[in-house]
């Protein structure tokens, strides 16, 4: 219940960035209602990988900004004092993280369902695609989210955004295994080279080290959590 509550917090705080994004693919979604087919799908399929972008980099200047700004307002020591364990504060920060990122992606998802609604396209592609963007947001999120533990918000992202590119460069110099090393590269580089093609798919290795690796940074982010002195004022 606390992990809930932490949550929602932090959902409330984000809102306004949260409601603009979301009203932001409702208007592409109203915009690409006009024109010729073959025109909406080549920048339909262009603005995706945009959209892809966007999600990610939302998902790690929230997750980076959190911790600090909880500290700042002092009121993270207020949730700690009751009998709230730090893994539980980390696990309902990464939460509502997500759940901002979820709103934003299920809103690509929908826009998109809109926009091809005449095109006679799958719609599961849509969730399923809806679903790599998500995921995609979870490991980037829980990443930002372990930096943020013993960094400022600003190095945290930095870190967060090598750790993240790292992969592109072991891909060229190592081999395509490589790319899934830290997913958050192959998953966003599958959302963009997204097609009207029914056989597309992400890669499940990709999705399945995702999730394992979501639970991984949350791990090392509570150990390292919770031998911080937080009660230390920041700026």
């Known amino acids: 219940m606390p992990i809930f509550l932490i949550a929602g917090n932090l959902v409330r705080e984000q809102r306004w960035p949260m409601l603009f994004l979301v009203l932001w693919s409702g208007v592409v979604a109203l915009a690409f209602t006009w024109g010729e087919e073959e025109l909406i799908q080549n920048d339909f399929v262009f603005l995706l990988g945009q959209e892809a972008l966007y999600a990610v980099a939302f998902a790690t200047f929230v997750a980076a900004f959190s911790v600090h700004n909880e500290r700042r307002s002092r009121r993270i020591l207020a949730v700690l004092s009751k009998a709230i364990e730090r893994r539980q504060y980390l696990a309902g920060m990464l939460l509502?993280?997500?759940?901002?990122?979820a709103a934003y992606c299920v809103s690509i998802g929908l826009s998109a369902l809109?926009?091809?609604?005449?095109?006679d396209f799958p719609a599961w592609q849509f969730v399923l695609l809806t679903s790599v963007l998500v995921m995609t947001c979870a490991v980037a999120a829980a990443?930002?989210?372990?930096?943020?533990?013993?960094?400022?918000?600003?190095?945290?992202?930095?870190?967060?955004?090598?750790l993240i590119a790292a992969p592109a460069a072991l891909e060229r110099l190592l081999g395509a295994g490589w790319a899934n090393a830290i997913p958050v590269y192959s998953l966003s580089a599958a959302a963009m080279r997204f097609s009207y093609d029914p056989a597309w798919n992400p890669g499940w290795g990709g999705l399945g080290v995702a999730v394992v690796q979501t639970v991984v940074f949350w791990v090392?982010?509570?150990?390292?959590?919770?031998?911080?002195?937080?009660?230390?004022?920041?700026?």
């Open 143 to 162: 990443i930002a989210l372990f930096f943020a533990t013993f960094l400022d918000p600003l190095p945290a992202t930095a870190a967060t955004a090598l």
């Open 114 to 119: 809109w926009i091809t609604r005449k095109m």
């Open 96 to 101: 509502g993280v997500l759940l901002c990122c």
């Open 220 to 235: 090392a982010a509570s150990w390292v959590f919770e031998r911080r002195d937080i009660a230390v004022a920041v700026e």
